[in-house]
């Protein structure tokens, strides 16, 4: 079977998480068909959360604040190896990354555009600063925990729908984390 490349499909599935097959990435968020995702936390020894802002030139949810990556599976690439590229791609560096939780979530967006994903959370550590990639990011920055909870009860419109979500239903299993 041949490898279809890059970032222009995403891997559909069912509520088990079955592959039901390849569609093109825009053509699944138009649908709002469920696909594989993942998103990728990274914690420094402070017990931070390195947040990234979402590039202002992001096709959805431009400059607003969220977990330090994430994206989608490529046909064939396990979660770790997905979550490893992607921070790579994103964030300019790599580090160990350990799965933890998954979950469903569906999120449509003001362009018409909708995030229906069976996505899965990796957890990794890093103490250094990135080095971004300004296509994917426009800004990052470490924060509490605690800090974000808050702020994104101030402030929800900051940060993308994934991300309050994840923050919604898995806080106490992210602190529990580390």
């Given at each position: 079977?041949?490898?279809?490349?890059?970032?222009?499909?995403?891997?559909?599935?069912?509520?088990?998480?079955?592959?039901?097959?390849?569609?093109?990435?825009?053509?699944?968020?138009?649908?709002?068909?469920?696909?594989?995702?993942?998103?990728?936390?990274?914690?420094?020894?402070?017990?931070?959360?390195?947040?990234?802002?979402?590039?202002?030139?992001?096709?959805?949810?431009?400059?607003?604040?969220?977990?330090?990556?994430?994206?989608?599976?490529?046909?064939?690439?396990?979660?770790?190896?997905?979550?490893?590229?992607?921070?790579?791609?994103?964030?300019?560096?790599?580090?160990?990354?350990?799965?933890?939780?998954?979950?469903?979530?569906?999120?449509?967006?003001?362009?018409?555009?909708?995030?229906?994903?069976?996505?899965?959370?990796?957890?990794?550590?890093?103490?250094?600063?990135?080095n971004i990639n300004p296509e994917e990011v426009n800004?990052?920055?470490?924060?509490?925990?605690?800090?974000?909870?808050?702020?994104?009860?101030?402030?929800?419109?900051?940060?993308?729908?994934?991300?309050?979500?994840?923050?919604?239903?898995?806080?106490?299993?992210?602190?529990?984390?580390?």
């Amino acid at each position: 079977m041949t490898k279809i490349s890059a970032n222009k499909y995403v891997i559909l599935v069912d509520e088990n998480d079955h592959e039901l097959g390849l569609m093109e990435k825009i053509e699944a968020h138009e649908k709002a068909l469920l696909h594989r995702a993942f998103s990728v936390f990274i914690y420094n020894d402070k017990n931070q959360l390195m947040l990234q802002q979402r590039a202002l030139t992001k096709y959805h949810t431009p400059g607003l604040w969220t977990n330090t990556c994430c994206s989608h599976q490529q046909q064939g690439e396990t979660n770790i190896e997905a979550g490893k590229r992607r921070l790579q791609e994103e964030m300019g560096f790599t580090t160990e990354l350990e799965e933890t939780i998954s979950f469903i979530y569906k999120a449509p967006f003001e362009n018409g555009l909708t995030e229906h994903e069976f996505d899965y959370i990796l957890i990794g550590r890093y103490n250094q600063s990135p080095n971004i990639n300004p296509e994917e990011v426009n800004d990052w920055k470490w924060m509490e925990l605690d800090d974000i909870k808050i702020d994104i009860q101030k402030n929800p419109h900051h940060y993308t729908e994934w991300f309050k979500i994840i923050f919604e239903k898995h806080y106490d299993q992210m602190k529990l984390k580390n």
